[in-house]
């Protein structure tokens, strides 16, 4: 069973450019989540989507967004960046069923590196 | 505010020897907890979970060890291997938002040859 894949890998944007980062979930699971890893803060929980609705939002500024679509795939979007937004992004994705810790451990992506400069 | 705390930045032990990892917590709603493994450049990899209902949970060589009382957790690896050398997170979620994770600052494990 593949694992949660992440698109892209790496990657380097310019201050106030935009960025979209892809996330497909381990084959069944419903829930997709995101995290952002930096040497600061840790690992930080951004949001979780599943049924394609918004269910869990952690404390990002609204420049932080996301969408879940019909076959549980997500997208995060990051508007206007800035040099703080430089982390490892994480998709984490559950599925919601088969009690109560089967349904909940989370699995993680390796993540898209995204340099801001 | 931080809910989730691992006091020890980093462990070294001997290879074969048990490796203890402690995690503390704040929030008494906390009610799954869960242990992920973690190398440079990649994502967490689970290792192991716990509920609150239970007080121990072992798979293989590893252990989780519940203190509701202490609002403490902790891992138990045994034996130690090199291979087992990775950053360790603790991580905890409540039942009203678990898909939602609140991570420890992580404990570097260094096993020796």
């Known amino acids: 069973k593949a694992g949660v894949t992440q698109t892209p890998r790496y990657l380097i944007k310019t201050r106030g450019q935009q960025v979209t980062l892809s996330c497909s979930p381990i084959?069944?699971?419903?829930?997709v989540s995101w995290y952002q890893q930096t040497p600061g803060q840790g690992l930080q929980f951004l949001f979780e989507?599943?049924?394609?609705?918004?269910?869990n939002k952690g404390n990002f500024p609204g420049r932080f967004s996301g969408r879940q679509f019909s076959n549980s795939r997500s997208e995060m979007n990051v508007s206007t960046l800035e040099l703080g937004d430089s982390a490892l992004y994480l998709c984490?994705?559950?599925?919601?069923?088969?009690?109560?810790?089967?349904?909940?451990?989370?699995?993680f992506g390796e993540g898209s590196w995204l340099t801001v400069v | 505010d931080q809910q989730v705390k691992q006091n020890s930045p980093s462990l070294s032990v001997q290879e074969g020897r048990i490796s203890i990892l402690n995690c503390d917590y704040t929030?008494?709603?906390?009610?799954?907890f869960l242990w992920y493994k973690k190398y440079p450049a990649e994502g967490p990899t689970f290792l192991i979970s716990?509920?609150?209902?239970?007080d121990k949970n072992e798979d293989g060589r590893f252990t989780v060890f519940l203190n509701k009382s202490a609002k403490h957790l902790s891992l138990h690896i045994v034996p130690s291997q090199p291979g087992d050398s990775a950053v360790y997170f603790c991580?905890?979620?409540?039942?009203?938002?678990?898909?939602?994770?609140?991570f420890g600052q992580g404990t570097t494990l260094q096993v020796k040859p």
């Open positions: 984490a994705s559950r599925s919601i069923t088969g009690g109560r810790l089967t349904g909940n451990t989370i699995y």
């Open positions: 084959s069944g699971h419903r829930s």
């Open positions: 989507y599943f049924s394609e609705t918004q269910r």
């Open positions: 929030n008494s709603m906390f009610d799954y």
């Open positions: 716990i509920s609150s209902i239970k």
């Open positions: 991580a905890a979620s409540a039942i009203r938002n678990t898909g939602k994770l609140i």
